[in-house]
């Protein structure tokens, strides 16, 4: 170990998969990091588009083999630039700790000839990624937990607790494919769950019927009219009302759902995406109202992820919580593009030496483990 601490790249592509995130971090013994630059790399559109086809289950086997090495090749493309970027050497990085691209996660245990287990896959291969780095690489950090009777998800509430600690009572909120909390508190022990869509079915209307991939700002969002019937009628997703320890994805949230859902949408494409933008907030909402409030009172709210800088979503927020500060993790001096590359920049330390890095509270694994594999 150099001087007490390790030099780390962490990397992260979200249920999104607009692109890689990577960030370049000093690790010390006691957990505490400084980050020291950060990287991002979109993804090519055509591989962009097999990615969500293959996560709408509709690829087939050549196609997942094929990308998982095409998308290992990007991943350590992106970990390359940063270290241009920085000027360190390949080796004065330690590791690098990817969460690949997840296509698919089924937490939820399937039974076929008396066997029964979840199971998730990410891709992006990892000894793609040492070979093309010429540094050490740890990923598949999910496979372990859900082996452990977890959900696999999520992960980065992990890492919620080493930089914000308990001693205030407050939820970290990620929105970005899907949304998904950490409630961090004195009054109880860490926990989280993913809370349903964040920016995933605001994407997918988005490029239905603008043809753009996001809504920048909220802007069309803020041009249109929440239609309440529709969004009862959409809040009744049974997932909504499942018990934490719980997870989802496009599994659930896809392309299949967003055109049945909309089968019932107002006429108004404006109207469609104020409301379905209305269902993350709302969905966000409801889950503290059910299962966080009744655990723990919250001081403040922190928001990250690409939904943090939807200002329809945003507003929604601070409208639906009244007296309850909703922050962002800038006040906080985390550079929320990279916070879950940092995340993951974590967990792979604690890989490399041995120490447990899920959370069984929150993964709903029966034991804690030391979640990751290694490609020297």
């Known amino acids: 170990m150099n001087n007490g601490y390790k030099t780390a790249i962490g990397m992260m592509s979200g249920t999104s998969a607009d692109g890689i995130d990577a960030c370049l971090v000093k690790i010390y013994d006691d957990l505490k990091f400084e980050f020291i630059a950060g990287h991002a790399l979109d993804y090519p559109e055509e591989i962009r588009e097999k990615l969500l086809n293959i996560a709408n289950n509709n690829g087939k086997t050549e196609d997942i083999c094929y990308m998982d090495f095409a998308v290992g090749k990007l991943f350590a493309k992106c970990a390359n630039e940063l270290i241009e970027k920085t000027g360190i050497s390949q080796s004065g990085v330690d590791f690098i700790a990817s969460h690949g691209q997840t296509v698919f996660h089924h937490p939820t245990p399937v039974n076929c000839a008396g066997i029964s287990t979840g199971s998730t896959l990410q891709i992006g291969n990892i000894s793609v990624i040492a070979e093309n780095t010429g540094v050490t690489t740890v990923g598949n950090f999910r496979t372990r937990d859900i082996a452990a009777g977890g959900q696999g998800a999520p992960l980065v509430p992990f890492a919620d607790e080493l930089i914000f600690g308990r001693k205030i009572p407050r939820c970290i909120q990620n929105i970005g494919g899907i949304a998904n909390v950490t409630v961090l508190s004195p009054e109880c022990k860490t926990f989280a769950f993913d809370t349903g869509p964040g920016n995933m079915l605001i994407d997918y209307c988005m490029k239905k019927y603008f043809d753009i991939p996001y809504d920048k700002d909220g802007r069309i969002a803020c ?64 889950a503290y109202n059910r299962f966080v409030l009744p655990k723990t009172g919250i001081k403040e709210i922190v928001i990250g992820g690409g939904g943090a800088y939807n200002k329809f979503l945003t507003g929604l927020l601070k409208k639906y919580f009244g007296h309850i500060p909703v922050k962002t993790h800038a006040d906080f001096n985390i550079n929320d593009k990279f916070k879950e590359a940092i995340s993951f920049a974590l967990l792979g330390y604690c890989t490399i030496n041995k120490i447990p890095n899920n959370l069984p509270i929150c993964t709903g694994a029966a034991k804690r483990v030391a979640m990751g594999e290694i490609a020297y």
């Not at 049945?260 to 269902?279: E, G, H, M, W």
């Open 223 to 286: 041009s249109g009219v929440i239609d309440e019937d529709w969004l009862e009628m959409l809040l009744k997703e049974p997932y909504y009302a499942l018990n934490p320890p719980k997870t989802t994805g496009r599994e659930l949230f896809n392309d299949l759902y967003a055109e049945r859902i909309l089968q019932n949408a107002p006429l108004n494409k404006c109207d469609i995406i104020a409301t379905i933008s209305a269902l993350s907030a709302k969905t966000i909402f409801d």
